[in-house]
């Protein structure tokens, strides 16, 4: 019965580990439905800067933002969101693969490249990549809070302002629904301009106070700064998601496991129990 | 009926107000305004102090803001709240950390990557283990 006793530790073992698959299982789908939440509660925000933005693109400022100007592109800089750990099915790898892609066009383009890293992953990830590292933020933990950001995005907008980059994109996953996450990469900078509105087009601009360039430079960080942590939130959204996915077919496939095995253990034993017995009676026989 | 404006009060992390008022009190970088119903356009920063709302019933509410924006159109005033402070020092310093802790993870060749390389290995040297154990098995059984 060695066969036996080998194939029971083994089940005991897959077991311990399908326990540990369900637990976090479960763990990931509780604070899905808190980063779901959390996603919501950020969108308002978003929404009404949004408007804002749209009704600033019907006034008409005499100080034109740089960031509402397109330049020739040399330099490309990219803020990449992703996860602190893994576990987590194909999540980070669907975005790297994807971003991998984009950034091999800008290379044939002989663009440079400037990379932002928010998360563990995308940093040990592209610390290998022949691009340059400017900024990088982890450990945001379940809720991660704006400030958390602000010094990150400040980096790339400075290197925006002194004409380091000349694009700025930002990666990350979009959380379609609980099976479904999509990698997306969408340009930050510069804003394209939201389209005119034909019966709001007489003219008129707003007050500003204290003046345009200031207030300009004031509301178009925060809707930058806004995108990403609306990326930030929904990347965590996804996290929780594709963890909650990948841990369920774990524990399926040890289930699996366990049956199979199991099979196999009765076979043995009952293999040995015969044994045993035509030899006791062959033993009989021949006495 | 007198007249009301929509008044939008919004953080980052959150929706904190959203409903109709007769009057609404900001601290914008230039002293406080007042906005009544068709204010003309406006678009301002906000000092940290606070918001209050006056509600058509009389009653008056009071946010308190850490900086931020004020939209002001005829009839509709949106807040932009800052969760955080905002300084340019602490901006400043914040972005600096960030770029800190950029430069810390290229230096630190060990720790991530040899992790993962460690874990290669060790999974490959795990599978010939087991393929050794196999074949001795049969071996032994043949």
């Given at each position: 019965m060695a066969a036996g006793k080998e194939?029971?530790?083994?089940?005991?073992?897959?077991?311990n580990t399908q326990k540990i698959t369900r637990a976090m299982e479960m763990v990931a789908a509780s604070k899905m439905r808190k980063a779901q939440d959390r996603m919501a509660a950020s969108r308002p925000y978003a929404q009404k800067i949004r408007a804002v933005m749209h009704h600033l693109a019907q006034a008409h400022p005499e100080y034109r933002h740089p960031y509402l100007q397109e330049r020739p592109v040399q330099r490309v800089g990219y803020i990449i969101v992703s996860t602190d750990r893994g576990l987590c099915g194909g999540l980070n790898a669907n975005l790297f693969r994807q971003l991998l892609r984009n950034l091999r066009?800008?290379?044939?383009?002989?663009?440079?490249?400037?990379?932002?890293?928010?998360?563990?992953?995308?940093t040990s990830f592209f610390k290998r990549f022949s691009a340059t590292l400017r900024a990088q933020t982890a450990e945001l933990g379940?809720?991660?809070?704006?400030d958390d950001l602000?010094?990150?995005?400040?980096?790339?907008?400075?290197?925006?302002?002194?004409?380091e980059i000349d694009r700025l994109y930002l990666a990350s996953n979009d959380f379609v629904n609980t099976m479904t996450q999509r990698p997306t990469i969408e340009q930050l900078l510069p804003i394209a301009a939201p389209e005119k509105d034909e019966d709001l087009k007489h003219h008129w601009d707003y007050l500003y106070e204290p003046d345009s360039k200031q207030v300009l430079d004031g509301l178009l960080m925060r809707y930058i700064e806004s995108l990403v942590y609306q990326g930030v939130v929904e990347n965590i959204a996804c996290e929780q998601a594709a963890r909650m996915v990948a841990m369920k077919s774990a524990s399926d496939n040890a289930g699996n496991l366990i049956d199979e095995l199991q099979l196999a253990y009765n076979k043995a034993r009952q293999a040995a129990i015969?044994?045993?017995?035509?030899e006791i009676v062959s033993g009989a026989a021949a006495v | 009926m007198a007249m009301t404006l929509h008044v939008d009060i919004v953080s980052a992390e959150r929706e904190i107000y959203s409903g109709a008022a007769e009057m609404v009190f900001a601290p914008a970088e230039m002293g406080e305004v007042g906005i009544a119903p068709r204010h003309t356009p406006l678009l301002t920063r906000l000092k940290p102090g606070e918001v209050r709302v006056r509600e058509p019933g009389g009653n008056e509410q009071v946010f308190f803001v850490s900086g931020?924006?004020?939209e002001i159109q005829p009839h509709v005033v949106t807040v932009l709240a800052d969760?955080?402070?905002?300084?340019?020092?602490?901006?400043?310093?914040?972005a600096i950390a960030a770029k800190e802790r950029a430069e810390r993870a290229l230096a630190?060749?060990?720790?991530?990557?040899?992790?993962?390389?460690?874990?290669?290995?060790?999974?490959?040297?795990?599978?010939r283990l087991r393929s050794l154990e196999k074949l001795r098995k049969n071996q032994g059984r043949g």
């Open positions: 194939i029971r530790t083994q089940i005991k073992s897959i077991k066009e800008h290379d044939a383009n002989n663009n440079a490249i400037e990379l932002c890293t928010i998360g563990r992953k995308a379940d809720a991660p809070r704006l602000i010094g990150t995005v400040k980096v790339m907008l400075d290197a925006y302002d002194a004409g015969t044994q045993e017995l035509s | 931020g924006m004020l969760t955080a402070m905002r300084a340019k020092d602490i901006d400043e310093a914040s630190d060749k060990t720790s991530d990557l040899d992790y993962a390389h460690a874990q290669a290995e060790l999974a490959e040297s795990v599978a």
